[in-house]
């Protein structure tokens, strides 16, 4: 079955959608993105991801191009076509299409709109998640404003590579103070060997995961003791557990922290009771 785009307005074969190379986020990462995951055909945490989608176009004083209703039919439509059942749907916005100039182009230049919708293989990934991944440490060297979630990411995709490289899926940031802060595309959790479960607040120096809202707002409707307090490397490696969310990664046990394990370096059952309840508690709505 062949995908499908959705560019400005348009559905395209996914073979052949394209936006103009002048398009600002080509030139300049001058656009902002979500990402949702779908599951059982339905989009998870919509609300919250539409909600992050308005504040980061806020903060870069780019127009959302349609309205929310129509945004979310537009989402709808990319899932369906692309008959994703469990996946994920991407959305991007950027400033749009102008000569190359850093000044913001005039009011007439329109933000672009781009939909894309990819399958994902559930069992697979459950398979990966629950036997654990492990992280390296990378030092902190992103933008301060790293809470807007722009289509900037070359720090991310270079500290991603090199966790692959190193034989890890995901690198952790560390800031100036000897705090984690995130992951390169995932929040990053520890549990305390008190069982409290810990993660930064969400007030700089992290994207405000949607995934991470939720396993809050989870963690206190079961009563779960946690604190949203920063934590070193040294704390996370003599933590009980460790994990990531995010939507693409739900809730993902991490068993090493460059190359010492974390806990008993399986993973951990708070970690993994997040991850099998966690669409209790997220939002689902049809897709
Ligand atoms: N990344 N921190 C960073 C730097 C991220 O890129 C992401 C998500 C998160 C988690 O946010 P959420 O729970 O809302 O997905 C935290 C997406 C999935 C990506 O870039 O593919």
Request: aromatic content about 6%; some cysteine.
């Amino acid at each position: 079955m062949s995908r499908i785009a959705y560019v400005n307005g348009r559905y395209l074969p996914h073979a052949n959608a394209a936006v103009h190379i002048e398009d600002r986020g080509y030139q300049f990462a001058d656009g902002v993105y979500e990402v949702c995951e779908v599951r059982d055909g339905r989009l998870i945490d919509e609300a919250g991801h539409l909600g992050r989608l308005r504040r980061s176009l806020g903060e870069l004083k780019i127009r959302q191009p349609i309205a929310d209703s129509a945004l979310r039919v537009v989402l709808r439509e990319t899932v369906r076509r692309n008959r994703v059942r469990d996946g994920i749907v991407y959305l991007q916005v950027t400033r749009g299409v102008a000569k190359r100039d850093h000044f913001f182009p005039p009011e007439s230049v329109k933000p672009a709109l781009v939909v894309t919708a990819r399958p994902a293989d559930r069992a697979k990934n459950e398979v990966g998640a629950l036997a654990g991944i492990k992280v390296i440490t990378v030092p902190e060297n992103r933008w301060p404003r790293v809470d807007i979630k722009t289509i900037g990411l070359l720090p991310n995709v270079l500290v991603k590579q090199q966790a692959r490289e190193a034989g890890a899926k995901e690198a952790w940031y560390v800031g100036a103070d000897g705090h984690v802060t995130e992951g390169g595309s995932t929040n990053a959790w520890i549990v305390t060997q008190e069982g409290i479960i810990r993660t930064r607040p969400a007030t700089g120096g992290i994207l405000s995961g949607i995934t991470r809202a939720t396993v809050l707002r989870m963690a206190r409707d079961l009563q779960m003791r946690f604190d949203e307090t920063p934590f070193t490397v040294d704390e996370a490696k003599g933590a009980r557990e460790a994990f990531n969310t995010a939507a693409t990664a739900i809730v993902t046990p991490v068993i090493a922290i460059d190359g010492a394990p974390v806990g008993d370096g399986k993973p951990g059952p708070v970690a993994l009771e997040l991850r099998r309840r966690f669409h209790e508690f997220a939002e689902a709505s049809d897709g």
